[in-house]
């Protein structure tokens, strides 16, 4: 089966302006999930959809970021306006959700530079 | 607060000798646990899982972690390090039907480098 598609791979911004990500899952997938990972940290879940409603978005600064996932299919990460603390790999993942099983398949990332 | 400690950032090991990395993850509920590996300049890709069962589970590289509920530790070893092993290592956390929701929580740890020296 096809894996999670992520674009653009890569981006070079300049402070305060705007960018977007897009991702689309792995076909079938209801959960839908947007991380954050700074270079030395681990993933730092930023949203989560099931289908195509937020269930978590706690951790999402939403001053400045923003997420849809339209007809839960496929969902775009934005942020406006970028601030050099952006500067990160965005990861989407999505899961199968089942019974005893909520393990994530990830897509390669988009490394996002601000300067 | 649920939360996932993964001690050591960086493990320097010899070609062939023995590694073993630790996780610990506080919860009062039970989880599943997960390690993830992320080779350089890709996407992350899950090692193994333990969901229920037998307490030590097996990932096809030959790597093993195994659950042990009293020390909340799901620490990952392998016998006989490879070059190609050389990656991050990532545990993650889920707890199902998070706070009787319905839908899953998941938590990484920070990560830990091992470095893989011939």
């Known amino acids: 089966e096809a894996g999670v598609a992520q674009s653009p791979r890569y981006k070079i911004i300049e402070k305060r302006q705007s960018v977007a990500f897009w991702c689309n899952p792995i076909?079938?997938?209801?959960?839908l999930y947007w991380y954050q990972q700074i270079l030395g940290q681990g993933p730092k879940l930023l949203i989560q959809?099931?289908?195509?409603?937020?269930?978590?978005d706690s951790q999402l600064p939403k001053d400045r970021f923003s997420a849809e996932r339209l007809k839960g299919v496929d969902s775009t990460l934005k942020i406006q306006p970028a601030k050099l603390e952006d500067s990160a790999v965005y990861l989407c993942?999505?899961?199968?959700?089942?019974?005893?099983?909520?393990?994530?398949?990830f897509g390669q990332g988009t490394r996002l530079t601000v300067v | 607060a649920q939360s996932v400690t993964q001690l050591d950032s960086q493990v320097p090991v010899f070609e062939e000798a023995p590694v073993e990395l630790r996780c610990n993850y506080s919860s009062s509920v039970s989880v599943y646990l997960f390690w993830y590996v992320q080779y350089p300049n890709q996407g992350l890709q899950l090692l193994l899982k333990y969901l229920s069962g037998s307490t030590l589970v097996e990932s096809i590289n030959g790597f093993e972690a195994e659950f042990n509920k009293s020390q909340t530790s799901f620490h990952l070893r392998k016998p006989s390090v490879h070059i190609s092993d050389t990656a991050e290592y990532f545990c993650a956390v889920s707890w199902p039907q998070y706070m009787k929701t319905s839908y899953d929580k998941v938590i990484f740890g920070p990560g830990t480098s091992l470095s893989v020296i011939p």
């Open positions: 993942a999505s899961s199968q959700r089942r019974i005893m099983n909520t393990e994530a398949f």
């Open positions: 076909s079938g997938h209801a959960t």
């Open positions: 959809f099931q289908n195509n409603g937020v269930v978590d």
